[in-house]
């Protein structure tokens, strides 16, 4: 199947609420290139190199903010951009100072094995944390450490713990994930959070993604890496305002991860409070260090209480008890 990529374009402001009104529009898979990152880029390597070529200066600079994000080629990708164009066009309406951007959508079309072929350029097997060496199916490698290998392909879904909230994740489920616990990956992605937690001993596993096709990679994902059908449970849909299904989610967990953005979990902080058991830990990230203290406050007023956080580079993950 071919897909759709829509660049939207916008600002480093504009970049966190665009995102979080695509997730909540049902697109939890997008690339964010920060027009800022490459001036931190040019201000932090020009002083120590001899020579930055002059092209490659001139592009980094001129870069413009923007969000990238793929659907597939069918009734049902049209569909989501139509929601997409619509959530675009009702933000740049509310930005009556243009701070986030012209918020200007450009489509093309991306063939399946362009899309796989880009993957399998850049993602190289790497270790995170204590535990785990992250690699895709197609590169072998034979870990050191007593590390385990984690599995993880793609499929146009977001996660494959490269990104630094991934990572802050997986670090703190290290610490968390006790043998035999029930734990709960929001948000799922590619599942890699869920199946690190199997893989750490966990007893089940249930993953929720908005998007259907990210629900199922996760599940593909958990089968190569040997874990059971039986203990590795996953749902589509918006737990926000599906009170159905989060009644098939069910309660009693000990452990939630949550990788998405503030604003999405500050919206669903109730509904963590009712899917954890008590004395259960609830770990989130996907927050840039300036929204964390939000998160933190929104989080605590109802119910629950801050034991950690940690960081990477601008961003923050923390964790929480019930």
């Known amino acids: 199947m071919d897909f ?27 690339v964010i290139e920060d027009s800022e990152d490459f001036k931190e880029f040019l201000e932090d390597t020009t002083p120590r190199w001899d020579y930055v070529d002059d092209e490659l200066m001139n592009k980094m600079a001129d870069t413009e903010s923007k969000v990238k994000l793929y659907l597939t080629n069918d009734a049902q990708g049209r569909e989501m951009l139509d929601c997409v164009s619509e959530e675009v066009k009702a933000l740049k309406e509310s930005d009556e100072i243009g701070a986030y951007g012209r918020l200007q959508i450009e489509l093309s079309n991306v063939r399946e094995e362009d899309w796989d072929g880009n993957w399998k350029q850049y993602f190289k097997p790497f270790n995170v944390g204590k535990r785990f060496v992250v690699k895709p199916s197609w ?38 994930v006790k043998a035999g616990d029930r734990v709960l990956d ?8 869920g199946i690190a937690s199997a893989l750490l001993g966990a007893g089940e596993v249930t993953a929720v993604d908005i998007e259907e096709h990210s629900a199922r990679t996760a599940l593909e994902n958990a089968v190569k890496n040997g874990i059971e059908k039986e203990r590795f449970t996953t749902y589509f849909g918006n737990i926000i305002d599906d009170d159905a299904l989060c009644r098939k989610i069910g309660t009693g967990y000990d452990v939630i991860a949550a990788n998405i953005v503030a604003d999405v979990i500050i919206a669903m902080r109730e509904r963590f409070f009712e899917f954890l058991k008590p004395g259960g830990t609830l770990i989130v990230s996907g927050l840039i260090m300036e929204r964390a203290h939000e998160v933190e406050e929104k989080l605590v007023s109802a119910g629950f209480v801050t034991v950690r956080k940690s960081a990477l580079s601008d961003w923050c993950a923390i964790v929480m008890k019930k």
């Open 186 to 193: 929001m948000g799922c992605g590619t599942g890699i959070l």
């Open 139 to 176: 590169e072998e490698c034979s870990p050191g450490d007593g590390r385990m290998i984690l599995e993880i392909d793609p499929a146009s879904s977001f996660g494959t713990g490269s990104h630094h909230t991934t990572k802050l994740c997986l670090m703190a489920l290290e610490e968390a």
């Open 4 to 30: 759709i990529e829509a660049v939207i374009y916008t600002s480093t402001e504009g970049i966190e609420i665009l995102t979080a009104r695509l997730i909540m529009a049902g697109i939890t898979g997008f």
